[in-house]
């Protein structure tokens, strides 16, 4: 019998998982002669090369079979003690290394999530707007995906009552830290209200938080798991901390839940990176990681600065921007219902690019909305890509208005 051409098998959770832009414009955006403020990239000067290099040597002389070798599924337990212990003093917690699994980056602890607990149909409630590789990674498992407002101090807690309240709601998935994309953080009030309410409809949440260690001011609220530890899945991140190549995350389970999430993390791939795994470890305890963080930090706050007044001095004044108190992404509003994609269009022909707001939206939602990445260009590329996409704006703003006077 004839078979269908090999792009009519794929199934139908894999047809549900929507492009990246990001990851599409990332290939154009490598060239040097591009301006990115696109992707979600930490900035190369910060990682810490020759203390990785050292560790990686010292770990292959003292561990290296250990190392080489298949390992546990849950993770090497010297860094999940590190990592519990490292919150606990943070944030007054309880937190067992038993109750943490190291992920191949924040990502995987997404999918595997989602493997647990979506079944096609079911209810996943989202930000709006909220992280394309979260939406990416959900879809797999074809979930009805439902959306919650977000306002400046987090989400719009009486609508979230009223989507519990009306809908079956299995999982929340949320960014309460800085988000991606919006730049916002979630005020201690909303995070409190929000856990009475995960407690009270019993739904469970993502509480994706790789930006955590980068706040600018050091003033972090609890997470939200810690208000409502049964309920939330509280995942975590090297990748802002350390770098995103040696693909190393966390989550933090709630009682009872880790060998659920360790079997469905052995379907995945056994385990995380070993290699990785160790090296991180000997990097953080060999290391000042507190001074490493606060160079990243003070670095990122003069650059998320450095990109407001950028904007201030070239774009339009209707143009609305957030200021975050950390991360790595601001979030604009177009005047006008200026279409993001045809800026971006015109500004990757001088070499400028950013990603349109639609892509953060499970609805048809932010065509005037931009993902700005403040982290990652230098400051003389970065006033220089301000200014060309300022300069395309307004000559989009004046044709849009002349179409107005016609
Ligand atoms: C909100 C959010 N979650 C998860 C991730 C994935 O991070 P990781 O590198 O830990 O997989 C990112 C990466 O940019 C992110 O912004």
Redesign the pocket.
């Known amino acids: 019998m004839k078979q269908a051409n090999n792009h009519e098998k794929f199934s139908e959770n894999f047809k549900q998982i929507p492009k990246s832009f990001i990851r599409e414009i990332l290939n154009v955006a490598g060239s040097d002669k591009m301006i990115s403020f696109a992707g979600?990239l930490p900035n190369p000067d910060y990682f810490p090369i020759e203390a990785l290099k050292h560790s990686a040597g010292v770990v292959f002389q003292n561990n290296g079979v250990e190392m080489l070798q298949y390992a546990g599924s849950r993770g090497y337990l010297p860094l999940r003690q590190w990592i519990a212990n490292r919150y606990n003093k943070k944030y007054q917690l309880s937190i067992q290394a038993e109750n943490i699994i190291i992920?191949?980056?924040?990502?995987?602890a997404?999918d595997v999530i989602g493997k647990m607990f979506v079944n096609r149909g079911d209810d996943v409630l989202v930000e709006k707007p909220t992280?394309l590789?979260?939406i990416q990674a959900l879809s797999a498992y074809s979930p009805r995906f439902l959306e919650t407002s977000l306002n400046s101090d987090g989400p719009n807690i009486v609508e979230t009552g009223r989507i519990f309240e009306e809908n079956d709601v299995k999982l929340m998935y949320a960014?309460p830290n800085f988000?991606?994309p919006s730049g916002i953080t979630y005020s201690e009030e909303k995070r409190i209200k929000l856990a009475s309410l995960l407690n009270d409809h019993k739904v469970l949440m993502l509480e994706?938080d790789?930006?955590n260690e980068i706040c600018f001011d050091q003033k972090c609220a609890k997470p939200v798991y810690a208000y409502a530890p049964e309920q939330v899945f509280w995942?975590?991140?090297?990748?802002?901390m350390v770098a995103?190549g040696l693909?190393?995350?966390w989550v933090v389970i709630p009682d009872g839940l880790s060998a659920y999430f360790e079997r469905a993390k052995q379907s995945v791939d056994l385990h995380s990176n070993n290699l990785s795994q160790h090296i991180i470890y000997h990097f953080l305890v060999n290391n000042d990681i507190d001074q490493h963080l606060k160079t990243i930090r003070n670095a990122y706050a003069r650059q998320c600065a450095l990109m407001q007044q950028l904007i201030e001095r070239y774009m339009p004044h209707n143009v609305h921007y957030t200021k975050p108190r950390g991360g790595?992404f601001l979030w604009l509003k177009l005047p006008y219902k200026i279409d993001a994609y045809e800026l971006v269009e015109r500004t990757m022909k001088q070499n400028v690019v950013f990603v349109p707001g639609s892509s953060f939206f499970v609805s048809a939602n932010g065509q005037s909305n931009i993902r700005m990445n403040f982290s990652n260009a230098s400051d003389d590329k970065m006033e220089e890509g301000i200014r060309i996409m300022a300069s395309e704006l307004k000559t989009m703003i004046y044709q849009s208005e002349e179409l107005l006077l016609l």
């Not at 992920?103 to 995987?108: E, F, L, V, Y």
């Not at 995942?235 to 802002?240: N, R």
């Open positions: 979600g992920t191949n980056g924040s990502q995987q997404i992280y590789g979260g960014i988000q991606n994706d790789p930006y995942t975590g991140s090297f990748s802002k995103p693909r190393m995350g790595m």
